[in-house]
């Protein structure tokens, strides 16, 4: 099993749509990051929480410690929110070293 | 602000082969990491400099290896090339400090190597 899982692995939608994605991890951590990849690599950072809840625009994230696992939200998604979502932990003994999730492919649709 | 440039953004190289990479992060990030991406691994995290140090590892094999220079400027080098290095190296800075070791990621476009 690996220490981060996300899902789904693949997602489409409708324009308009609100989008959820799901990231579950193992171990402690002291961070986690939303990232995203466009097509040709790039990444941008959404996120960076260690608890709570964090609102950019239409983006929002969630992080449930206890439970661990986190959220990101897409409100009135759009199609140039087409993209690969990835999720990444600092683990708490693990200093700055992050640990990926395998990322979800979403893709909206006109 | 200039952002985090990597450098060259493409190369092919043979195997046994060495390369070096660089990155250059955003003015008054002490911290520079880097990461390899394949379509078979995903991301993994290879190693972290701050201040000229090396404060934290992956698990990859010592042909690959890095440094920081005094500027911030970083470059990573891998030697006796194989054909599954092949991938996107990406680096990333941040305003991580000595003390909290993890910051916001700012990530470069990325250097795709190709070794034939």
């Known amino acids: 099993k690996n220490e981060v899982e996300q899902s789904p692995q693949n997602l489409t939608a409708q324009e308009g749509e609100f989008i959820t994605i799901n990231c579950s991890y193992s171990v402690g951590i002291s961070a986690l990051h939303w990232l995203q990849q466009h097509p040709g690599g790039g990444i941008v950072s959404l996120f960076m929480?260690?608890?709570g809840k964090k609102k950019h625009g239409r983006l929002i994230a969630t992080i449930n410690i206890q439970e661990k696992h986190s959220s990101l939200h897409i409100t009135a998604s759009h199609p140039r929110d087409s993209a690969v979502y990835i999720c990444?932990?600092?683990?708490?003994?693990?200093?700055?070293?992050?640990?990926f999730g395998e990322g979800t492919q979403l893709t909206v649709n006109p | 602000k200039a952002g985090v440039t990597q450098t060259p953004r493409y190369l092919i190289k043979t195997r046994g082969q060495q390369v070096t990479l660089s990155c250059s992060p955003i003015?008054?990030?002490?911290?520079v990491s880097w990461y390899q991406q394949t379509p078979g691994q995903g991301l993994q995290f290879l190693f972290e400099?701050?201040?000229?140090?090396?404060?934290n590892k992956g698990n990859f094999p010592g042909r690959f290896s890095g440094r920081q220079f005094s500027n911030s400027r970083s470059e990573m080098n891998v030697s006796t090339l194989e054909l599954g290095d092949s991938a996107l190296y990406l680096c990333?800075?941040?305003?991580?400090?000595?003390?909290?070791?993890?910051?916001?990621?700012?990530f470069g476009e990325g250097s795709r190597l190709t070794v034939l």
């Open positions: 929480l260690s608890s």
């Open positions: 990333a800075s941040s305003l991580a400090t000595s003390g909290v070791q993890y910051g916001e990621l700012f």
């Open positions: 400099y701050f201040s000229e140090t090396q404060r």
């Open positions: 990444a932990v600092v683990g708490r003994t693990s200093g700055s070293r992050l640990t």
């Open positions: 003015s008054g990030h002490r911290s």
